[in-house]
């Protein structure tokens, strides 16, 4: 079974720059999250979907990140403009359903670095 | 206070040790309870689930206790391959995950 997929794997940007990843669920998977992973802290959610509906987005910083996930499969994540702080690896993760004790396999990530 | 609290790293541990990993969260709520690995540069993978009955996967013993809001982990026998960041994890209704901040676990031969 094939893995969740994101690209890039590395992108390399200026601040105030526009910059944005993409992520291909686990075929089937109708629950869809975005993660946020600065260096030395665990993963904090950005944004969940549920097929092509917004979950949870309270984490977002709805001022410079937009999400969707049009057709409700793959989903883009997009950040603009670019701060020094948004430096992360970015973690797209997918699930059967959003209920519990439902496993997340979450991709291999974007790692961002904002110069 | 951070709703998901690991003890600080990192771990140094020879070859066969022991290791204990601690973890407290905050939300009464949270519904669902796990420890992930994350190797370096890698993404998270589950581990294993954690149940208030206790649950052990070979050399790996988990408990949880609701009343104290108190996550464990056991390794015995550590392994060199188990060198790796240990994340405690609580999940919310709706499926949300809650991330600790990781316990960096170092095993030198």
């Known amino acids: 079974e094939a893995g969740v997929a994101q690209s890039p794997r590395y992108k390399i940007i200026e601040k105030r720059q526009s910059v944005a990843f993409w992520c291909n669920p686990i075929?089937?998977?109708?629950?869809l999250y975005w993660y946020q992973q600065i260096l030395g802290q665990g993963p904090k959610l950005l944004i969940q979907?549920?097929?092509?509906?917004?979950?949870?987005d309270s984490q977002l910083p709805k001022d410079r990140f937009s999400a969707e996930r049009l057709k409700g499969v793959d989903s883009t994540l997009k950040i603009q403009p670019a701060k020094l702080e948004d430096s992360a690896v970015y973690l797209c993760?997918?699930?059967?359903?959003?209920?519990?004790?439902?496993?997340?396999?979450f991709g291999p990530g974007t790692r961002l670095l904002v110069l | 206070r951070k709703e998901v609290e690991q003890d600080p790293g990192p771990f140094n541990v020879p070859e066969g040790a022991t290791v204990a990993f601690n973890c407290t969260y905050s939300?009464?709520?949270?519904?669902?309870f796990f420890w992930y690995r994350q190797d370096c540069r890698k993404e998270p993978k589950l581990l294993m689930s954690?149940?208030?009955s206790g649950n052990e996967d070979g050399r790996f013993t988990a408990q949880l206790n609701r009343a104290s809001q108190y996550i464990s982990l056991l390794i015995r026998d550590s392994k060199l391959s188990d060198s790796a960041t240990y994340l405690c994890?609580?999940?919310?209704?709706?499926?949300?995950?809650?991330f600790g901040q990781g316990t960096e676990l170092s095993v030198k031969p």
């Open positions: 993760a997918s699930s059967w359903r959003m209920d519990r004790q439902e496993t997340q396999y």
């Open positions: 075929s089937g998977h109708a629950t």
């Open positions: 979907f549920q097929n092509n509906g917004v979950v949870d």
């Open positions: 939300n009464s709520a949270s519904q669902s």
């Open positions: 954690v149940y208030s």
């Open positions: 994890v609580v999940q919310l209704q709706g499926g949300k995950l809650i």
